[in-house]
């Protein structure tokens, strides 16, 4: 494959993913506004009002409804996208499940913004991880770079044949969604070349088979289902990596599962999330001139979750911490605490693991405040005490 040319701009992270969308020119764009989102659809439809794309562009009456239209769209056999955020995805809630159990592989900008209550318009994970058992791939993006590649890859993840499963593409709100960054784009003919063709133009309602979509399925296959559904997903890593190999060779921009930074040889680690990763860099950075040697994992692929892979790049490190911007209730640490436990259990028993709750209500999160999360898995290291759940920043 040969190397695309590139242009460089300096857009928000909602223009660059509104640009994506427009490029991959799909069949249906369904969309309610929510803030930080709702720049996504503005954009975009400027592009369909302008004659860029030429995308069916379905303004619609609230979040359930922009699904909704999504699914019968997908169902149908076409292309399909939409962007929200937070409580809108929440109204999303059962056709979220419904979209994942009937295979229809929408992507969905997501930019990532906090729960209600408290009313809260700023950002922190806990709308996504609210959603990572509802059968959706979830792809996380850094920089506003990430999450135009990302959103990319997603259309071409989601339609493979052995995954069929819709996808969100996470960014977080104002930080990533509204911060202006240069970003490489790639013309609109090389990214419609490198997602292919809509093969399910075909194979939908409208394809020239006789189908159902979402039958009613009692105690006779509704487990049989559920495992092939999972199979989607789980296949999903797999593609992951063959789809990021072939944008590697278009753009020079490689990805993976994750991202390993200064791991090689690190003592203590932390695994974090988004665009608080940066920030965790320059954490290390710091502590590597002092001598200590300490390491990140970026976390792109949160579902299917990467257990296996994360084990295997974290057997020589001694203590971890993992930064959860979402807040679980369980008591028990946040969401990427728990999957990251249930990964190294009996493989990893000898590490040091620590759950810190982080930035929620987009709570800064300063250089200072993770090199104290280090400080603390240096200071377990040397003492072997430690308080194994945290809070990070709060006032109790």
């Not at 249930?342 to 709750?357: E, Q």
């Amino acid at each position: 494959m040969v190397k695309a040319e590139q242009l460089r701009r300096s857009l928000s992270g909602n223009e660059a993913v509104a640009i994506a969308m427009m490029q991959i020119n799909p069949d249906v764009v369904a969309a309610f506004p929510i803030t930080p989102s709702t720049e996504v659809p503005q954009y975009f439809s400027s592009f369909v009002a302008n004659g860029k794309c030429t995308t069916k562009f379905v303004p619609v009456e609230s979040e359930h409804s922009a699904m909704s239209a999504c699914i019968g769209a997908s169902a149908a056999g076409g292309r399909v996208m939409t962007a929200t955020s937070a409580n809108g995805l929440a109204l999303m809630w059962e056709m979220l499940h419904i979209a994942a159990g009937d295979r229809c592989p929408i992507v969905v900008a997501l930019v990532n913004r906090s729960m209600s209550p408290p009313l809260n318009i700023h950002n922190d994970h806990s709308d996504s991880m609210g959603a990572r058992d509802t059968g959706w791939i979830q792809l996380y993006s850094e920089n506003v770079q990430e999450a135009y590649d990302n959103f990319i890859q997603g259309v071409k993840i989601a339609e493979n044949e052995e995954v069929m499963i819709p996808t969100m593409v996470c960014y977080d709100g104002f930080i990533t969604s509204h911060s202006v960054e240069n970003v490489f784009l790639m013309e609109n003919e090389v990214v419609r070349d490198f997602v292919g063709p809509n093969k399910r133009a075909n194979s939908g309602l409208l394809g020239d088979k006789n189908i159902a979509m979402g039958p009613m399925v009692l105690t006779n296959f509704s487990i049989e289902m559920k495992r092939q559904q999972l199979q989607g997903v789980l296949n999903a890593k797999e593609v992951t990596l063959k789809v990021a190999k072939e944008y590697e060779e278009l753009t020079g921009r490689k990805y993976g599962l994750f991202e390993e930074y200064r791991l090689d040889d690190a003592d203590i680690a932390m695994i974090i999330i988004g665009s608080s990763a940066g920030t965790a860099k320059k954490a290390a950075d710091d502590l590597r001139e002092k001598g200590i040697k300490a390491g990140v994992l970026k976390i792109r692929l949160f579902r299917p979750f990467p257990g296996e892979e994360i084990a295997e790049v974290l057997k020589n490190v001694k203590a971890i911490a993992v930064m959860d911007k979402a807040e679980g209730m369980s008591g028990n640490g946040g969401p990427l605490f728990t999957d990251t436990c249930a990964s190294l259990y009996g493989k990893l028993n000898d590490k040091i693991l620590i759950s810190y709750i982080y930035g929620l209500g987009g709570r800064d999160v300063r250089v200072e405040d993770l090199e104290e999360v280090y400080d603390v898995l240096q200071n377990a290291l040397d003492t072997g005490n430690y308080k194994k759940y945290n809070y990070l920043s709060v006032r109790e």
